[in-house]
């Protein structure tokens, strides 16, 4: 995903979207950190499987 974080923050925002309940945005971001951190290609993933472009 092409934002001006780092794997860090994208954890925090993921963590505050936890506590303010907002479970749709947390569940994308999620998915995108998991698929970070398996080392696949993401980008190629979000958008063919999930419709979602990063």
Do not use: F
């Not at 994208?10 to 080392?39: A, C, F, M």
């Not at 993401?42 to 499987?49: A, F, G």
């Amino acid at each position: 995903m092409d934002l001006p974080i780092n794997d860090y923050e994208l954890r925090v925002i993921i963590e505050e979207l936890e506590r303010g309940g907002r479970w749709e945005l947390r569940d994308r971001l999620l998915l995108v950190e998991t698929l970070k951190k398996d080392g696949k290609p993401y980008k190629k993933i979000l958008r063919e499987e999930y419709n979602i472009v990063a």
